[in-house]
């Protein structure tokens, strides 16, 4: 069985399925998700949890604490 959409990061660390259609679509502008994203919009999609396969451990390298 072939999901309908799969990818992961170019490292290969982390990989991930998805059996579902989109939820939700939107593209965002504010200096929140510019900073987040490091460049002008951003481009969300929302997925059922119960639908996403995640393979690989993410890890988060946001701000140093002070």
């Known amino acids: 069985m072939s999901s309908k959409y799969s990818g992961g990061c170019n490292c290969g660390a982390i990989r991930y399925k998805i059996e579902a259609d989109p939820l939700m679509a ?4 504010c200096r929140d998700c510019q900073r987040m994203s490091g460049t002008g919009p951003a481009s969300h999609i929302g997925f059922p949890t119960t639908a996403v396969k995640v393979q690989g ?3 988060f390298l946001g701000k140093a604490s002070r």
């Not at 939107?26 to 502008?29: K, N, V």
Request: some cysteine.
């Open 57 to 59: 451990k993410a890890t």
């Open 26 to 29: 939107g593209h965002c502008q």
